[in-house]
């Protein structure tokens, strides 16, 4: 089974959303406890301060007191109304909410006082405190259940008159108006936080266009158009891209051009020994004795070995065309070349020339020893096909400065100035009714010699012949 294919729009989509809402919920929920925190503890120091301005006031209230008032008094004087509240509320209209009012707020009810004598005893009380103490006598914050209410006190004590005052507000609403007040603070990150989902689709949608147009361009073209693509104004990694798959075209462009125009000379160069070995083939059937059938099958194996010559640098050819340069090893060349000489020897011998070898010192080079020992075995078996019999071969290694010089000289008839840059063509022959070469030894040189970065070079020299001469850099 398939995997399904992933959209990077709305991967990107999907996770940037996620990521941004994730985040900003948890920043919310921190800000609304952080928010709800402080101001719980705002309300304690309104509670301890309001305790210590209802205490002057409530002391004050008792010395006006006659002497034999009854114990658990309702101050009712601390929740009276303004008797034009309400008419004054609905005249200006700007109170929408029913807890306030121009003269206070509905909560100031929920905050009650007990004043308690030093046994214990209520002395006074706010109409919504209950008649028993609301906490235990010891100064500081404290917490009691009343009921179902729950109350958050503040004891204060009166070190000269012995008294106590409990000032207690419901939990309950603490609560409400913490969370009323940590909400609104909360309250533009929520309304912003879908505008921001907005504004980051839009964001991720814009970035990737370029990216979409390069795929329509892509889609829309025809599969022999390997044109360079080109999009305007591209962002940098689409650019990149861009210019990648431009790269990637261009090297299979080239690619398929040297298969195209490889595959019409391998073609043109097959068919005359084809038809070669059909006319050979036909003589010796067609034969009267046995000597001529005999000679036609000597020109028919001739005719084969150089096909099957043919065949094998062709392979050779279209490997080295494909090859990019791979890591190279340091090797001794005057050692590699005596190897390379010493196995073409026996074609020397075979002509009656003579194979001579000069190295003046060990040079070493970067390259690859299977690839440098065919360069050389093409450069001497050239030598060796295109000089006549009874000739000289020369192959001479040196220094000339930075680099190691091999040179193959051979007593041949050389070659006409103005085809000596032919040479490296493929399938080019100088006199093809000489030698049975495929024309494409020096080619492979050619090709060789670039992947090893090294410098050939091809000239007659002054006392005759052909010298070949390759340039490689030393080891350093």
Known sequence: MSRPVRSLRRTLLTGVLLLVTASLSVSALLGFFSASHEMEELFDARLAQSARITERLLLRYLEQLPADHDSGLVYEEWELSHPDAERVSQRRGIYTDNEFTPYGHEFERNLAFQLLDPAGSVLLRSPSAPEQPLGALAPGFDEMQDGKHLWRTFT????????????????????????????????????????????????????ISPLTRLTTAIGERHPANLTPLHIDHPPKEVGLLMTELNRLMHTLAETLERERQFTDEAAHELRTPLAVLRLYSENALHAHNEEARRQALEKMQQALDRSDRLLRQLL???????????????????????????????????????????????????????????????????????????????????????????????????????????????????????????????????????????????????????EVSVYFQLES
Request: a neutral charge.
């Open 156 to 207: 204060l004590h009166n070190e000269e008159r012995g008294t106590w005052l409990i000032v207690a507000e419901r939990d309950d609403e603490r609560d409400e108006l913490a969370g009323s007040m940590a909400t609104l603070t909360m309250l533009p990150l929520i309304i912003t936080l879908p505008l921001l989902l907005i504004l980051l689709w839009w964001l991720v949608t814009r970035s």
């Open 316 to 466: 050779t050819h279209a490997r080295l065309d494909h090859r990019k340069p791979m890591p190279h090893q340091p090797l001794d060349l005057r050692e590699t070349l005596r190897e390379t000489i010493a196995s073409l020897v026996p074609l020397a011998l075979n002509k009656e020339q003579q194979l001579a070898f000069e190295a003046d010192e060990a040079l070493t080079i970067a390259g690859q020893p299977t690839l440098l020992e065919l360069l050389f075995a093409n450069l001497v078996d050239n030598a060796i096909r295109y000089t006549p019999r009874g000739g000289t071969i020369t192959v001479l290694l040196d220094r000339e400065g930075h680099k190691a010089r091999v040179r193959v000289r051979d007593s041949g008839p050389g070659v006409p100035p103005e085809l000596l840059p032919r040479l490296s063509e493929r399938f080019f022959r100088v006199n093809p009714q000489q030698g049975d070469g495929a024309g494409l030894g020096m080619a492979i040189v050619r090709r060789i010699a670039e992947l090893h970065r090294a410098e050939m070079r091809v000239h007659n020299h002054p006392q005759g012949g052909l």
